[in-house]
């Protein structure tokens, strides 16, 4: 029997640790602790059961055989405490684990901001199953709702309410949507098809003051920054996520905003590693934040451990970051970096067809004309060609000849990059041509 | 607008209700001549006596009543010709096919005087209420994107009560259409002013069945058109379907005959369309002159030359989510079944197994067909061929094909025949898997693994397990119908046709890691 490797937590950071190292290891013994659910589903696709487009079920991505197929113990329950000198866990309904090594794969929870009334009933975030629950009997035959948050969780709670014929008003703090991510001609192009598309009433520069409710603890009405009252049934609360530590924070490994590790995963503690949402970078990779909490990140962080607990010496190095959402209907691809606000160094090249609701957001640098970033909504991009690109510093000149390579939508879609080209030549006055998409060069995008 | 799709569907329904109660309006008498007339036809002067006395001039309630008259008729003197051991003279085919003719010419009533007025108020009028209650959606989803709200809160798309109705009412359906067609005599009378307009001949139950078949597929792919109307894709592969139904499923053999040559569906391909080579259809065409011999050509051509070469560019799609008759009914009537499909491990494996054998068994009882064929041999291996189609006439043409793959949709999702039995599937699935350019690509490391993908799969392949590890999609299954790539929320899969190299990746790698990188750009 090989070393016994316990994980707290079955998200995704947590399963894909656990899976690679049964990959690359036979003998280790490896356990998975995790309460929310006996098994691992995908939390993004919360949103569509609420929805209607699937069963808890289907948003399993193993069958539930897999994982003692594949020697894979799974412990459905929660962890209470972590004993650093024994080596040993407590649960809440079983006998103590013992472990050779730990891995904190705990991942996060919703921020909650000490509002007035925010424990009011039908005021909630949506992060768990149980979230979903709660929020299913919260808005069971509701007619208004406000959601609090201009982040990825608060559109897709807005969509949620929205497909179940509830009214829906969103307050965003900043004053274009997803501000501190997107730039403000992106958020507004998002913005515009909330609220034009599907009669979602939109707040900028509006922050929740307090939550009214009833004698009965229901909530009534939210009020705002600006001294408005808005009536509502339901307030979905989205003001970000913040690493889910409490367990943690009892004992000696060292946590800042989460458990801080270095970019072997280590935290302070010999044997005890974090992966995911809940871990945070000392020193983090050059671009990237100090702690990622995405589905990406975390699934690479569960990859490069199992690698890391398996003796090989590599450490976190991801690609070119990427990322992707769905607005209602548009959906969003990102590869590189388009910040918020240009730096001083840096261009810009933004090409927008209302009308079928495309927008294509690319930023270089300016003397070096080096491609830096792209953000397409309405249009799908390959993944491997913008890595590539990216890895390999090629030009935006480059990027738009070629940009037929990296259109990734489906068949007989209009290629929209002439017409974006032809837009780009005129303002920067150049003569690129779009090339007609090579095989050669999509399956071999490092060679040329 | 919700309002009209209510009025809609009150509508549709209340002509399903006209339909099905049309079966019990009539009664049935026949007059001895005509029946003397129908019995010289069918050859069946043995049983001229005991109809004479016991049939001819008499008046029944109601078809079952008349057909069950027949039948008993029927097997009296069957049996009796049996104690006699005239065998020569023992008929052999069924009492219930041989009974239509006869019940439909006995037919009186309010029916046979008004076809006309209750096609209208039936087909009629459930085509239209479908219709008013599909187009609504045009106006109430102003964005062009996929909706799949409440698909499974709905009764009848997730194996509800409703479902359950459904189910039975279509397998209902095909086993009175397949074994009991005197029993719908009311059906075919309805029908009999367009039979009569297209070919000139009054309506088989086939024709009724052909009818409805491309009534159905032409309003179901209207709410198709309209569902999935953001995505090209769709609609063109929609239209494609409809066309090849309404014209060369439909209208072209029905022009055939009226032109005194021999029925051919020109999409149909052997060993999907299992009897092309029976005696029967060989020798029909044979004496039909150059067009039966082009018809003939052009059968061999499509199997052995055309489902490899297009197989090879485009993917077993060409034919199965674009062309054919089965898949162009799964893909219209049964899209809101989709999700039904069985995504297990299992059932890959049950799949496999049973597909292949549906194959194997096609392609042996054509062998010996044609060995019967060109020997004169009534046997091959001490088994009669005749029996051998019958079997597979019984149990994989009317079935399997027919009362499973349709009558199953609201059970076990749209694809049970064209997953579990088309041996024609089986065909282009294996050329599809080893030699072809087409593939779903994965994209990168996109994927968040929310199983939309898997969820409308209506082959059940488990989309999601290949898309969330990197790896492109070719499985010998897979129809093409692009639905996993129009429901995918981030862009992680599109069908294409591209090099063979690199089609297949068996170690897949997840973009993102750079670790992997190195190893991958060695490789």
């Given at each position: ?7 707290i937590g079955n998200g995704i950071a ?20 995790g309460g929310e659910t006996e098994?691992?589903f995908s939390r993004t696709a919360l949103m569509y059961v609420y929805m209607g487009h699937m069963k808890f079920?289907?948003t ?16 459905f329950d929660w962890v209470t ?11 809440k ?12 794969a705990t991942g996060s929870k919703p921020n909650k901001f000490g509002w007035p009334g925010e424990n009011l009933h039908g005021v909630q975030g949506l992060y768990s199953v149980q979230d979903l629950e709660l929020m299913e009997k919260n808005t069971a035959n509701i007619k208004k709702a406000v959601v609090v948050g201009g982040g990825l969780i608060g559109v897709e709670m807005a969509e949620m309410l929205h497909s179940r014929g509830i009214k829906v008003d969103y307050l965003i703090r900043e004053d274009n949507f997803w501000g501190n991510v997107l730039?403000?001609?992106?958020g507004d192009?998002i913005a515009n098809h909330l609220k034009n598309d599907h009669e979602i009433n939109l707040h900028f520069n509006t922050e929740l003051e307090f939550i009214g409710g009833d004698s009965k603890q229901n909530v009534t009405s939210v009020f705002t920054s600006h001294g408005n009252e808005i009536k509502c049934d339901f307030v979905g609360l989205t003001v970000g996520v913040s690493p889910n530590i409490e367990l943690v924070k009892q004992?000696?490994?060292?946590t800042k905003l989460g458990v ?16 995911g949402d809940c871990?945070e ?8 934040k100090?702690i990622e909490q995405v589905w990406?990140?975390g ?26 959402a769905k607005f209602f209907d548009i959906?969003y ?116 | ?148 709200e409440n698909?499974f809160k ?294 968040i693994?929310c ?38 929320p ?34």
């Amino acid at each position: 029997m090989g070393e016994h490797i316990v994980i707290i937590g079955n998200g995704i950071a947590g399963i894909t640790c656990a899976r690679y190292l049964r990959k690359l290891n036979h003998q280790t013994q490896i356990t998975v602790v995790g309460g929310e659910t006996e098994h691992f589903f995908s939390r993004t696709a919360l949103m569509y059961v609420y929805m209607g487009h699937m069963k808890f079920e289907h948003t399993k991505p193993y069958e539930d055989w897999f994982w003692k197929k594949n020697n894979i113990n799974l412990v459905f329950d929660w962890v209470t405490k972590i004993d650093t000198e024994s080596n040993q866990l407590a649960l809440k309904n079983s006998t103590k684990l013992n472990y050779d090594k730990l891995v904190l794969a705990t991942g996060s929870k919703p921020n909650k901001f000490g509002w007035p009334g925010e424990n009011l009933h039908g005021v909630q975030g949506l992060y768990s199953v149980q979230d979903l629950e709660l929020m299913e009997k919260n808005t069971a035959n509701i007619k208004k709702a406000v959601v609090v948050g201009g982040g990825l969780i608060g559109v897709e709670m807005a969509e949620m309410l929205h497909s179940r014929g509830i009214k829906v008003d969103y307050l965003i703090r900043e004053d274009n949507f997803w501000g501190n991510v997107l730039p403000k001609v992106d958020g507004d192009f998002i913005a515009n098809h909330l609220k034009n598309d599907h009669e979602i009433n939109l707040h900028f520069n509006t922050e929740l003051e307090f939550i009214g409710g009833d004698s009965k603890q229901n909530v009534t009405s939210v009020f705002t920054s600006h001294g408005n009252e808005i009536k509502c049934d339901f307030v979905g609360l989205t003001v970000g996520v913040s690493p889910n530590i409490e367990l943690v924070k009892q004992t000696k490994i060292e946590t800042k905003l989460g458990v801080l590790v270095n970019k072997k995963f280590e935290t302070n503690i010999e044997n005890i590693y974090a992966i995911g949402d809940c871990a945070e970078f000392t020193n983090p990779v050059k671009g990237r934040k100090p702690i990622e909490q995405v589905w990406y990140t975390g699934r690479i962080m569960g990859e490069t451990l199992a690698k890391i607990l398996c003796g090989k010496n590599v450490e976190y190095n991801p690609g070119p970051w990427f990322n992707s959402a769905k607005f209602f209907d548009i959906e969003y691809q990102t590869y590189g970096v388009v910040p918020n606000k240009l730096e001083p160094n840096q261009n810009e090249f933004i090409w927008k067809d209302e009308k079928n609701r495309r927008l294509i957001h690319l930023v270089f640098e300016q003397e070096t004309e080096k491609f830096l970033g792209i953000n397409s909504f309405g249009i799908r991009l390959r993944h491997e060609i913008f890595d590539a690109w990216l890895t390999k510093g090629k030009t935006i000149n480059y990027c738009l000849a070629h940009f037929e390579d990296a259109n990734f939508d489906p068949e007989f879609y209009k290629a929209f990059s002439y017409d974006f080209v032809d837009a780009f030549n005129k303002k920067f006055g150049k003569s690129i041509k779009v090339k007609r998409k090579s095989w050669l060069r999509i399956l071999n995008p490092l060679a040329s | 607008m919700k309002h009209l799709k209510t009025i809609g569907l009150v509508l549709f329904l209340l002509g399903l209700i006209t339909f099905v109660s049309s079966l019990f309006v009539g009664s049935f008498s026949i007059k001895q001549s005509e029946l003397n007339t129908l019995l010289n036809e069918n050859e069946k002067q043995n049983l001229l006596e005991s109809f004479q006395t016991e049939i001819a001039d008499k008046n029944f309630a109601s078809a079952f009543e008349f057909t069950n008259k027949i039948t008993s008729v029927f097997s009296a003197k069957n049996e009796e010709l049996k104690t006699l051991q005239q065998w020569d003279k023992v008929m052999w085919n069924s009492p219930q096919e041989f009974a239509l003719p006869i019940v439909k010419s006995a037919a009186q009533g309010s029916i046979k005087n008004n076809k006309t007025f209750w096609l209208l108020i039936t087909i009629g009028l459930c085509c239209f209420g479908g219709l008013i209650f599909i187009l609504p959606d045009l106006n109430l989803y102003k964005t062009k994107g996929v909706k799949n709200e409440n698909v499974f809160k709905s009764s009848i798309k997730s194996q509800g009560i409703v479902g359950i109705i459904t189910g039975a009412f279509l397998i209902s359906f095909y086993i009175l259409l397949y074994w009991f067609p005197s029993y719908i005599v009311s059906w075919v009378l309805i029908v009999d002013p367009i039979s009569e307009l297209l070919s000139g001949n009054p309506a088989s139950q086939w024709f009724l069945y052909g009818l409805l078949y491309t009534l159905i597929m032409l309003v179901m792919g209207i709410r198709m058109l309209i569902k999935y109307r953001g995505n090209k894709y769709q609609i063109f592969r929609t239209i494609s379907v409809m066309f090849f139904q309404t014209a060369f499923a439909f209208l072209i053999p029905e022009i055939l005959v009226r032109l005194n040559q021999p029925y051919m569906d020109f999409k149909n391909i052997w060993p999907l369309d299992y009897d092309f080579f029976f005696q029967w259809n060989l020798d029909q065409l044979i004496a039909s002159g150059g067009i039966g011999i082009f018809m003939l050509v052009w059968g061999i051509l499509l199997f052995a030359i055309a489902v490899p070469v297009f197989t090879y560019f485009y993917g077993k799609r060409w034919y199965c989510s674009w062309v054919c008759g089965c898949g162009g009914l799964a893909e219209t009537m049964g899209d809101p079944f989709r999700q039904l499909s069985n995504k297990t491990l299992k059932a890959w494996k049950i799949e496999r197994i049973s597909i292949h054998s549906v194959l194997v068994f096609a392609v042996l009882m054509t062998i010996a067909t044609l060995y019967s064929y060109f020997s004169g041999e009534y046997q091959i291996l001490g088994v009669e061929t005749s029996s051998i189609q019958k079997t597979y006439g019984f149990l994989i043409g009317s079935a399997f094909a027919g009362v499973v793959g349709t009558g199953f949709y609201p059970l076990m999702g749209n694809r049970m025949w064209c997953r579990f039995g088309c041996p024609l599937a089986g065909y282009i699935g294996i050329i599809q898997k080893f030699k072809s350019k087409f593939r779903i690509t994965t994209n990168g490391g996109q994927c968040i693994s929310c199983g939309n993908c898997s969820t409308y799969c209506e082959m059940g392949i488990d989309v999601r397990w290949y898309a969330q590890r990197g790896q492109n999609i070719v499985r010998s299954s897979c129809v093409g119908c692009g639905v996993c790539s129009a429901v995918c929320p981030r862009g992680v899969l599109k069908l294409e046709n591209g090099s063979e190299i690199k089609r297949v990746n068996d170690n897949p790698i997840l973009i993102g890691d750079k670790n992997i990188q190195v190893i991958h750009e060695t490789f």
